[in-house]
């Protein structure tokens, strides 16, 4: 017979399979905590790029807006006979419109200005229209944002996406107190021959949980011709 041989066992190398497993388990933990982490820093970016552009708009419109309405037009400059014919102040729920003199400084657009701020609330847009005003023809002209009279070629200046509410009431009192809503109206006739003496404007923006609130409130009292 032939002599059993003892058969040598060196060092193995590799892994066995549980350590491959306790591997692949830490690997897997440690890619779930780093993904994890860069969420949330996508999520703090974003909200921050939202929060600012929020800020932005609720702070940009109604100083815009206060601007124009501060410089605003009642008599019409080419009435030659000085009959003081009235400029139209038109207000709506969601819609406003007036005559002012004021534009943006480096605006090409000077002098006699027709504004109209139309809020879209199924697109979630508030659209603002300038008309430039110089000549008597241009005050008949069929331009009228509020009831879609427009021309093709009629585009908005300005969209501000992402607001979900406009909401416009006026007041005839002298003293303009919020909490009494049964002073305050939803809507000011262009027929009218007086400026409400005060106007307040609600703006939203965003959705949800995120969405903010603010309203601003501001006197016309003074500017009767």
């Known amino acids: 017979m032939v002599p059993s041989q003892k058969i040598r066992r060196g060092n193995r190398k590799g892994f066995t399979l549980v350590e491959l497993l306790v591997a692949m388990v830490l690997v897997s933990m440690v890619t779930l905590v780093v993904a994890m982490a860069l969420r949330i820093s996508i999520e703090s970016w974003e909200h921050g790029v939202e929060e600012g552009e929020n800020i932005q708009v609720r702070v940009a419109v109604p100083a815009l807006m206060g601007k124009q309405l501060n410089s605003l037009v009642r008599t019409d400059p080419f009435d030659e006979a000085a009959k003081k014919r009235l400029l139209p102040f038109c207000g709506q729920a969601h819609a406003l419109s007036f005559f002012t003199s004021y534009a943006p400084q480096g605006s090409p657009w000077q002098g006699l200005l027709k504004i109209t701020y139309l809020f879209k609330e199924k697109e979630k847009t508030l659209c603002l229209y300038e008309q430039v005003i110089t000549r008597e023809e241009d005050l008949n002209a069929a331009f009228d944002p509020m009831t879609g009279k427009m021309d093709e070629s009629s585009r908005p200046i300005s969209q501000v996406p992402g607001i979900s509410g406009f909401d416009l009431t006026y007041t005839d009192q002298e003293k ?14 262009c027929s009218s021959t007086s400026l409400p ?27 009767e011709p």
Not at 176 to 186: C, I, L, M, V
């Open 176 to 189: 303009h107190d919020p909490q009494e809503k049964d002073s305050w109206k939803e809507s000011w006739e």
């Open 197 to 223: 003496t005060g106007l307040e404007v609600r703006l939203q923006v965003g959705t949800g949980s995120k969405m903010q609130s603010r309203s601003w409130y501001f006197r016309l009292t003074g500017i």
